[in-house]
């Protein structure tokens, strides 16, 4: 039996489905308890580590993620609290094999913005006495999403990533996918970073969602930092998580925050074109 944390999420729900059609037996664990076919629903909340450990008492197996808030303040408190209750309930539980999503630029301890908190949660889960394989991908094509309603809105992408930065992106379909495939094989240990074919600049990815969204046009403006936090404040983040987003956008910027190298490896199949055609959105 396999336990999946954000079972109902962009690569927990992908890699639960690739489990259940391998014909493993799957606990389906998020918040909502929304459903997902074939597999047992386990509704509850990741910072409730009681709920957790029975959630992973009797698997062989773990999937698991860290959830975040993006519209509460205190995101790195969040953060660590559940990244405290996963991996204690990992360990109470005893579960012999864990994949771990996390992210390019967690092997950074710091000014890494969001991926700072990954970082703490890579160490945590080191301590654990199992087989753990860390699943490092870059930027999820999904990301862009998030901006939709202002890309509508205002007729442009705007971001603090600077344009001619080249950066790892991916589908989450195929995090889940190498996530399913590690969970059925539970021999994979260390780091796999999962890159997507090509690294690309933000307006190349722009260029091939705004069409398929009704956005032929869509355009990407490189706003100045302060001018993103006010934006995003002004839509109800709170200030600290506006400042996060910032600073993780500076250390794409930087270079802080860059890959191992593209091998085989780490590049994934799906295209942003292909990824963006499968929105299905009416353009
Ligand atoms: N965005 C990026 O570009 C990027 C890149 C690399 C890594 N990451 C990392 O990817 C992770 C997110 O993965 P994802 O996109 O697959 O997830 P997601 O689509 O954001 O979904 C989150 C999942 O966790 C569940 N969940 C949320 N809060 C919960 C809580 N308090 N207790 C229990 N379950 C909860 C949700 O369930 P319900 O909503 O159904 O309740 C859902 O199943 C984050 O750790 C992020 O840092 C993101």
Redesign the pocket.
Known sequence: MITV?????????RAAVRLVEAGEQVRA??????PVPGTETWQ????DREFLTRAFTGADAAYV?????LFEAGYVAHQDR?GTAVTEALRAARVPYVVA????GAEVPGGTG??A??HAQEQRLRTLDADVLFLR????F??FLYGLDAMRAEGVHADTIDPAVRLPMVA?GD??DAAAEALLGRTRTGVRELLGPADLTVPEAIAQLGPRVGLPDLGYVRVPDEAMVDALTGIGMPPDVAALHVEMNAAFNSGLVHSAGRTADATTPTTVAIWADALGVPA
């Open positions: 944390l954000g079972a109902t999420g962009n690569t927990g729900r664990v998020s918040r909502s308890g929304r509850g909340d990741a910072g993620l860290l959830p975040f808030e559940l999503l996390s992210a390019v969001y991926l908190s990954l991908p870059g930027l999820f999904e990301s989450t995090v889940g």
